[in-house]
């Protein structure tokens, strides 16, 4: 199958070339010679960052690969472009924050520290809400001052940490004071320090490292999988560390791969310092949910996808993609993909079909293929998504797979799965 490979001018992004580099750190070696000569080719009109390295690896695999695992072996340089440093944690009461809320007319718009003004995130606002044991929505019903000033005279003396990135100014979550925190530049070390670290980056308050754990296995009529671990680590201790199980589908033609996350454990980090933190990360292996994981994925490429789990697939790509016109674009793909179930069972729109019986009717796809699917447009085409959407298909992904299928072990699928289900869409006639 490796023989095989052949690409030609591919018009990839960043992320995709990436994981083509991934690819072939591990499998150049293997490739003949007349595959790498004409991948080689193909290999010059990568952008320069990837084109140079590249051609390393395919003109001499063997020394490449010597030199990726020395390279592997160090831990890695921090981005000088992040500084951990920009996050602060400031220890408030109730009544500082009601004397620095900075309202714009109903809204609570920013908290003013040192003459500064923090713009208030989503995170300051779920992270208040469970301080003062109330719903987000009474700042929508209430002024914030006012709700602020209350809460300063019932509970005058609740400790409360904030955590402020000085760089964005933004204010982010707002917890409880308990104890010292875990140091940011600490968190950043970690995660960079560990030899496995594919990516790395920080968005919205959580830093997120994805690690390879040196697994693979083929699920039959698909492609191999990859088992991957995404670790995610909020700055403002608004939540545990957690970890995701994650597989990579290797699609063999083109060396892409897509991630469906699911399966999370939390991290109990039990002191500040970081080398418990250090001795989780390294030490996670999750054999039982490996194993758990790759039986529900050949269980979802061996049963069709009922009317009900393609509506919700339907729903996800109709809430989470930014341009309406590709919205219409992939929910057609979708539905042709499935069979165009509506002309199946006579209705003009599949909502007309009963809740209960949608999860009885067959369609003509897998449920591998809605997992294919949605993780192809939440790793491949993410910059369509609108702000933050793509956990949104992990969980999705994650909670499909957690449970039993509508139809498992009733209707059976024998199609094999696309490489890439959405070629055909004309993705550049909408907004970027």
Sequence with gaps: MVADITVSSPRWSNAEWTEFSNYLRSNASRLPAATRAGLLRVVSSAPPEFRAPLQRLLSAPEAASAESRRAAAEPPTPDAAFDAHRFEALDLSPGDLAERAMAEGPELKAIRLDGVDYEVTGRFIKGLAQRLHVSQSIFQLFEPGEVLRRAAKVQPDLPLRLTVDRRANRALGLVERAGAPLPVAQIERVLRGDP???????????FAALLDMGEEWEIPADSAYRMRIRCRVPVDEMSEPEIHLATFRQICSNGQVAEVAAFRSKMQVKDKGGAHFARLLSSFSNPQGVETLRNRLLAAQSTKASVGELMSLDDLFRENLADR??????????????GNPCVRYGVADLSSIGQKKRALLPTECSVADLLNMASEVSTHHSRRLRSGAAGVFDGWAGSTLARPFDLEDLYGNEEAAEGRYFDRVEWEGGRL
């Excluded at 016109?325 to 499935?338: G, I, K, P, T, Y």
Aim: charged letters at 50%; proline letters at 0%.
């Design 196 to 206: 496995r670290l594919l990516e790395f980056e920080y968005r919205d308050g959580e």
């Design 325 to 338: 016109r590709e919205q219409m674009l992939v929910r057609e793909a979708l539905m042709e993909r499935a």
